[in-house]
């Protein structure tokens, strides 16, 4: 039994775009959470003497956020590790205030500074400008390479499908307001590479049955194709996925975001594989359909203007 995916087109590419508006809107409305990476700010590794809490670190700094408001919830973020060391990101703050955290911070006892340090805005900004390069070039790559190895329409529905995937994992992390840091981008490019390598095994299959002698049209072929690694692509996601939900549970706060984006990253792009990129093959190439059911006609004319001449 196959699933008719070609044939539901049209539902499955409206399915995506109101997940795509929503992450749309997420975007326009909430924007992104970005960390001291992009946005600027100070980092301090801490190592105290005796075992620490994260409610008294908390404690502590929301004492300090009274006089200094980087230090507010919102604005940092606290890492207990092993060997009694803290690790605290906060927006960036002035030379001054960053004495005033130092003795402050005491209060919860004597430690030793094991690293201290600063991002400016401006390297922010950079940052953000390699993300998308790395991104577009990414892209453009990815492009290339299909149009070399299949066709040019291909390369067109792959990257819409990718696309898709970016936009929708970007928009789930702005609607649970997650903090943007550099491995965020790692990420985004991991997802990248993800879901085009699910989508070629798709390509791969079709363009081998098109090789085929076959009397099937180019939707039936499309059709066939994708339910032929169905099954495959899904136990391969289905692995994937359980070790990055592993990785989610018990990776600890500071591999939440990367890891989120990931999990929602590889669950549309197993979708995009399979009921996007192929489906929006069939809808730019529409006409092949009507090409193949032509040359069948005048190849069954053909075969019976034969047969006539035999008769006579």
Excluded: C
């Excluded at 606290?78 to 960053?98: A, D, P």
């Excluded at 929602?264 to 193949?292: C, H, Q, W």
């Amino acid at each position: 039994m196959q699933i008719e995916i070609v044939k539901n087109s049209k539902k499955w590419v409206a399915l995506s775009l109101v997940f795509i508006f929503i992450s749309l809107g997420a975007l326009l409305t909430k924007g992104l959470n970005y960390g001291i990476d992009f946005s600027g700010g100070n980092l301090f590794q801490l190592r105290f003497e005796k075992p620490v809490s994260l409610k008294e670190i908390n404690g502590a700094l929301d004492k300090i956020g009274k006089n200094i408001h980087q230090f507010k919830g919102n604005g940092r973020k606290v890492q207990i590790s092993e060997g009694n060391e803290v690790l605290i990101r906060i927006q960036e703050i002035t030379e001054k205030e960053k004495n005033e955290f130092y003795e402050e911070i005491k209060q919860v006892g004597k430690y030793e500074i094991i690293k201290e340090d600063k991002v400016g805005a401006s390297v922010g900004k950079e940052l953000k400008m390699s993300a998308v390069y790395s991104l577009v070039i990414g892209g453009v790559l990815i492009v290339a390479y299909i149009t070399m190895r299949f066709e040019f329409m291909f390369a067109i529905a792959a990257i819409l499908a990718l696309v898709h995937d970016i936009i929708i994992a970007v928009g789930g992390i702005s609607l649970l307001g997650y903090e943007i840091d550099t491995p965020f981008i790692a990420a985004v490019l991991t997802i990248l590479g993800y879901s085009i390598n699910d989508t070629i095994v798709v390509f791969d299959r079709i363009r081998e049955t098109l090789k085929k002698k076959t009397d099937l049209t180019f939707g039936e072929v499309l059709n066939k194709s994708i339910n032929q690694v169905m099954v495959r692509s899904l136990n391969t996601s289905i692995t994937t996925l359980l070790a990055v939900m592993a990785i989610l549970v018990f990776g600890g706060e500071s591999l939440r975001t990367f890891i989120t984006t990931l999990l929602i990253g590889m669950v549309a792009g197993t979708y995009s594989s399979i009921f996007i990129a192929t489906p929006l093959i069939y809808l730019l190439e529409k006409d092949r359909d009507k090409k193949v059911e032509n040359s069948k006609y005048l190849d069954k004319n053909d075969d019976d203007e034969h047969h006539e001449k035999i008769l006579v």
